[in-house]
């Protein structure tokens, strides 16, 4: 069983940065690919991010050359630095795990972006 635990949304005006947080439970994280999703409001759930096990990064094109996704496999973390957010940003972003059949997710956090 794993738990995800997200941290690190907030309110952010256009423009601004935030860095999201997802710590996983159990062992063995450093051996598998991590990602965050987000969905909006009245949208689907779609990939923001992902790293592989080996640290190789994809992203949504919408948010390429904005959003950074890093690991830390000491902590158990990933992360989500956000910068030059747009209003078209705000959702609640998900952190996720597939685990051979499985897939864990966390409880998401909002991220808000308005003046």
């Known amino acids: 069983q794993v738990q995800l635990v997200e941290s690190g949304g907030g309110l952010v005006q256009p423009g601004g940065s935030l860095r999201l947080s997802c710590a996983a439970s159990?062992?063995?994280?450093?051996?598998?690919?991590m990602g965050w999703y987000r969905q909006g409001p009245g949208k689907q759930r779609e990939l923001v991010a992902a790293?592989?096990?080996?640290?190789?990064?994809n992203y949504a094109v919408s948010v390429k050359g904005r959003f950074t996704i890093s690991r830390d496999n000491a902590k158990n973390t990933v992360y989500l630095q956000m910068n030059s957010l747009k209003p078209e940003d705000t959702a609640i972003y998900y952190c996720?795990?597939?685990?051979?059949?499985?897939?864990?997710w966390g409880q998401g956090t909002q991220v808000t972006v308005s003046s």
């Open positions: 996720n795990t597939p685990r051979g059949t499985k897939s864990y």
């Open positions: 790293i592989t096990s080996g640290g190789s990064t």
């Open positions: 159990g062992s063995s994280f450093s051996s598998y690919a």
